[in-house]
């Protein structure tokens, strides 16, 4: 398992980090019938939720989950911790969020 680059990494402070996970994203796994499809978006769920734990033990906020075409969770934590969490089982690699996503509000109505 390869722990990628967090290039730039902050000494100090919090950081915004995506920790990919070593399964697939579902969209990169053919599944031949729905009760499949199924059976791995739970176990992605149950893998994602040991990690999270293991983050929030290392003073990591969960932030959000994706799982359809990339197997990831967002976390804020310490950026002392990122080494931490490269060597946590079940890490590919984390890299630092470089284009977080925002939501803009709706255009005034008139």
Do not use: F
Request: overall charge positive.
């Amino acid at each position: 398992m390869e722990a990628g680059p967090c290039s730039a990494t902050p000494a100090t402070g919090r950081v915004k980090v995506w920790v990919d996970l070593a399964m697939p994203a579902m969209a990169a796994v053919p599944m031949p019938s729905p009760s499949s499809r199924s059976d791995y978006y739970q176990a992605l769920q149950a893998q994602q939720s040991g990690l999270s734990a293991r983050l929030h033990a290392l003073g990591a906020t969960e932030l959000a989950r994706v799982y359809l075409v990339r197997n990831a969770i967002v976390v804020e934590l310490p950026a002392s911790a990122i080494e931490a969490v490269r060597r946590l089982p079940g890490v590919r690699r984390v890299s630092l969020v470089t284009h977080p996503y925002r939501i803009d509000p709706p255009p005034p109505t008139q």
